[in-house]
């Protein structure tokens, strides 16, 4: 971590305050209304210049994904992908690096990004599913089996947070902090010793980003914002202290996600992704996950979430009806949906499982974030 006043470079010209608010107000993500507004528009006749772009566009979508489909979209016509949050999220950056230079399209909500690939307004997007210090986004779980898309492929993105105040705004002015409740989270400790004479404000808001726009929007000069380098630039903000996050290993999972799935191969380092859910009794889970175990398949995530169409269970156990909650299990584990061992792991599961579903047959992400 290193602060402002303390660097060994003068710090860079920013936007006045009149100009902040212009460029965030130009700055606005995808809404449901937008998706409505957009999906008529694309079925409209009478536009046939958006939807000669959008056929072109999804031209390479009619077939299965391939790996090289994967690996060569740097070399394909701009993809657009869709991420929830603002210009300048961190999820902005994971679907740059899922993508080299694709079109970004900023959504309002994890689901609004959903049915955008659905509604093919966007080719593809990226989306979070868990970070190293504050664990699984369980919203998008729960998309993942309301929705039809297919995990094609996984990018890690490490997370850095600065804090962005307006130009000329020092540490005492400020009062409150505003970020997304993870980022506050994960920046507490830091944020205490910047602030030890005062009694700091934290205030939860959706994303990072969206932090640093409102405070730029605004003109809000007793308060600062957690969010990324590049929220700094485009709101025209000055970075007061960088790299304030507690745990400099603070690594987010992203999956890429499309309306079709990728042809999975041998040989490769691939991970497929699983929901599945199991009667009640003892030992069931045991024996479901014993399918990996004996086939020395290595599982790298386990999750349960509660269904959301039988929450309770109602069972005779012997000693009367008892009530169980029901849950979904989403199981992570490494190799290729193309072996042979896979395949007969899955087959053995379904034996017992009251449901099945391969989400995505994919390659592992073996850059370093």
Do not use: W
């Not at 489909?69 to 961190?90: E, F, I, M, T, W």
């Not at 640093?212 to 709101?235: E, G, H, P, T, V």
């Not at 979430?305 to 909650?325: A, E, H, M, Q, T």
């Not at 007969?344 to 499982?353: C, D, Q, W, Y």
């Amino acid at each position: 971590m290193y602060l402002a006043h303390s660097l060994q470079h003068p710090i860079r010209q920013s936007a006045t305050p009149h100009e902040s608010q212009s460029m965030a107000r130009r700055l606005r993500p995808i809404t449901v209304p937008s998706i409505e507004r957009l999906r008529r528009r694309t079925n409209a006749a009478s536009n046939s210049l958006f939807t000669s772009r959008a056929l072109k566009i999804n031209a390479s979508l009619t077939r299965p994904l391939t790996i090289s489909d994967v690996n060569n979209s740097a070399n394909c016509p701009k993809l657009r992908v869709a991420y929830q949050g603002v210009p300048g999220a961190h999820s902005e950056a994971a679907a740059g690096k899922a993508y080299p230079n694709c079109e970004a399209v900023p959504c309002e909500f994890f689901e609004t990004a959903f049915e955008a690939v659905e509604a093919r307004l966007v080719d593809c997007a990226v989306l979070p599913i868990e970070n190293s210090l504050g664990g699984s986004i369980h919203r998008n779980y729960d998309l993942l089996l309301r929705h039809n898309l297919h995990i094609v492929g996984e990018v890690q993105h490490a997370v850095r947070h600065c804090l962005l105040a307006l130009p000329g705004v020092n540490f005492e002015e400020i009062n409150r902090v505003l970020s997304h409740p993870q980022a506050l989270a994960q920046c507490e400790h830091t944020l205490t010793k910047l602030f030890t004479n005062k009694v700091l404000v934290r205030e939860a808001v959706d994303d990072t980003a969206g932090a640093a726009q409102y405070i730029a929007i605004n003109n809000l000069r007793d308060a600062a914002a957690i969010a990324s380098s590049r929220a700094a630039d485009l709101y025209g903000l000055n970075i007061l202290a960088s790299d304030i996050q507690d745990d400099q290993d603070n690594v987010t999972r992203f999956l890429m996600l499309a309306r079709e799935p990728i042809i999975p191969r041998s040989g490769k380092q691939f991970k497929t992704s699983i929901v599945f859910s199991l009667e009640e009794g003892p030992g069931v889970l045991f024996k479901a996950l014993a399918v990996f175990a004996m086939r020395g398949i290595n599982l790298t995530k386990i999750e349960s979430r509660p269904s959301k169409k039988r929450p309770l269970r109602i069972c005779d156990d012997g000693n009367g009806r008892s009530k169980y909650f029901d849950y979904l299990f989403y199981v992570d584990f490494e190799a290729s949906m193309a072996d042979s061992n896979s395949s007969n792991a899955l087959n053995h599961l379904k034996e017992f499982a009251t449901f099945l579903r391969v989400l995505g047959s994919y390659p592992m992400d073996v850059n370093q974030p």
